[in-house]
């Protein structure tokens, strides 16, 4: 069985006269059509897809009465199909029948639908929708069928293969005012953290001030697939998408596509970067013209192989379900088509009211689906394994491990052994906390598990101090316990706005990220929760010291800082804390 076929649709012209070329891969034939088409209409400029699906269908069907009722899955049929009828007419139908009895009978894996639009009309069309109404239904969804839309100029050929395993940089951004709505990082972690348990993966994670800085930073870990997810949008007149990612203390920083293209040239990232994931509204609208046009365009004009972006408005929770179930099928099989198709069909399960599942766009520049090569288990994989589900479970665990220590005592990844077990306990303990928290209903308890959740976290804290004094600040496992520990502590003062977890949080930020400025914001949060209370007072004076000393910081802050910790100086002496007497000569005078 071949693994796949290819028919390809490249449409140009002007509304509302197109020209259709279509020729397939396998070379059994071509077509060439004009359409007299007026595609205006079909233009998605709606925030939503359900708003686009119920505006286009009413303006088609006019005569409907208001008494008729009709389902948005009902509506998106209808659409898909006329959509359909539109371009897989004559031979273009024929050579897709063609190739359909070929996938039909296993002997192709996929049959590939791709469109190579050339106009702003055609792109801002939800061709997502295409629906055959002979059997196949949505074209999208139907398993071994993918739709893609492909941009055929630009360089040479694009290969999506990754070398060994494809190393990807989850990128959060959620500056200042901007907050991601329903958003919780460790379910947005936990499918990537799982594809990095099973080896498939390295997984490094850009999260808070200075974006594009973090991802500069980590260029030199060859990125293969970046992941973004933040707000973005159309803000301006340039007709180009911007991402809204964070500058110097977390300050809005609006980065235009073409800025983030040209980056990814000047770090040498354009021949690395085989996948670019963006879950932000909006990414995968905009113009044919890679200079001021949609993400998946000026990417792919750039040679990026594949890039996925969403259409229209999608809800915080549709994203992360989409990207854990995409996640999920790519540890499996390697496909990003394939992957991609799994999840519209989960989404569309479990959304069942909505089309939100083909808000989803995917732009390829090469005709090959494989990113992830997925190989037998090799043998230190065996070991790992043997190590996580052990055949005697009765065995001590403590036995188990000083068993396969001794026979890998010759062996380059001996020193696997402890920190796999380090991390199963961790996970085990982590398990253990969510279920807790999910069982446990009463108050009293919950605030009994927030504070265990801040006494794990300064656990934490010590342990990710140690990795950083041996030069493991960059181990995959380091980052998966520093969202971890931010997590725990927020799940902490969700519970329980109690000053101590504020500094449990600070020394987190002061200690690990060396961010003063982020663990001032916190020890403010735990002064005005407990102003009695002198801990926070200390810190922030510490703290505040600290980016007067170190910090590249202007005339007015020093003076705003210096301020602060004089009236924080006061208020310990004013609760009778006796004053360092440098901070008191220095800050307090003759006071």
Request: glycine share 6%; with cysteine.
């Amino acid at each position: 069985m071949r693994d796949s076929a290819r028919i390809e649709l490249a449409i140009k012209g002007e509304n509302p006269i197109w020209e259709l070329q279509c020729t397939t891969s396998d070379g059994t034939g071509g077509a060439t059509l004009h359409i007299n088409w007026n595609a205006t209409l079909w233009q998605a400029y709606d925030e939503t897809i359900d708003a686009w699906t119920e505006r286009v269908y009413k303006e088609i069907n006019p005569e409907n009465t208001p008494n008729q009722t009709i389902s948005l899955r009902e509506m998106s049929r209808q659409l898909g199909r006329m959509l359909f009828e539109k371009i897989i007419i004559d031979g273009v139908n024929a050579l897709f029948k063609q190739l359909w009895k070929r996938l039909e009978s296993r002997d192709i894996r996929e049959l590939q639908i791709a469109l190579d639009l050339k106009s702003d009309v055609l792109v801002n069309i939800p061709w997502e929708l295409l629906f055959d109404p002979d059997g196949i239904g949505f074209l999208a969804t139907f398993p071994g069928i993918a739709l893609v839309r492909y941009v055929s100029t630009g360089s040479a050929y694009a290969s999506l293969v990754c070398e060994g395993r494809p190393r990807l940089l989850a990128t959060i951004a959620q500056p200042n005012g901007y907050p991601i709505q329903d958003y919780s990082q460790r379910t947005y972690l936990a499918p990537l953290q799982s594809l990095k348990r099973q080896n498939k993966i390295e997984l490094s994670v850009a999260s808070g001030e200075k974006t594009m800085d973090q991802i500069k930073m980590l260029k030199s870990r060859s990125i293969n697939i970046l992941d973004i997810i933040s707000h973005g949008g159309f803000y301006g007149d340039d007709g180009e998408f911007y991402f809204m990612f964070e500058g110097k203390k977390r300050i809005p920083e609006r980065v235009a596509i073409s800025t983030l293209r040209g980056r990814l040239f000047e770090w040498g990232l354009t021949e690395q970067v085989k996948l670019v994931f963006v879950k932000s509204c909006f990414s995968g609208a905009g113009s044919a013209d890679s200079l001021a046009g949609n993400v998946g365009t000026a990417l792919a004009q750039l040679n990026v192989p594949a890039v996925i972006g969403m259409r229209f408005r999608i809800a915080t929770a549709v994203a992360l379900d989409l990207s854990r179930e995409f996640y999920r099928s790519l540890g499996e099989h390697g496909l990003v088509t394939q992957a991609l198709r799994e999840a519209r069909q989960a989404v569309n399960q479990t959304y069942d009211r909505t089309v939100d599942w083909a808000i989803p766009t995917l732009t390829m520049r090469c005709s090959d689906s494989k990113l992830i090569e997925i190989s037998d288990v090799s043998d230190n994989l065996a070991i790992y394994t043997e190590l996580l589900n052990p055949q005697n479970p009765s065995e001590g665990y403590d036995t188990r491990i000083s068993s396969l220590k001794r026979r890998l005592a010759s062996s380059p990844i001996q020193d696997e052994a402890k920190s796999i077990r380090h991390e199963l306990r961790h996970l085990e303990r982590k398990q253990d906390m969510d279920l807790k928290l999910e069982r446990t209903k009463n108050l009293r308890q919950r605030k009994n598990l927030a504070y265990d959740l801040a006494v794990w976290v300064d656990e934490i804290i010590g342990d990710l101090r140690t990795e950083l004094n041996h030069g493991r600040g960059t181990d995959q496992f380091f980052h998966e316990m520093c969202c971890d520990a931010l997590d725990f502590i927020d799940r902490s003062l969700e519970i329980d706005r109690n000053a101590r977890y504020y500094l449990v949080r600070a020394k987190f930020e002061s200690e690990i990220n060396n961010n003063y400025e982020k663990a001032l914001i916190s020890c403010r949060a735990a002064i005005d929760n407990a102003p009695g209370f002198e801990e926070p007072y200390h810190q922030f004076v510490d703290y505040a010291e600290k980016i007067i000393q170190e910090a590249n910081v202007s005339d007015f802050v020093a003076k705003q800082l210096k301020r602060e910790i004089t009236n924080a100086l006061k208020k310990l002496k004013g609760i009778g804390v006796r004053i360092n007497e440098r901070l008191a000569h220095e800050y307090l005078g003759n006071l």
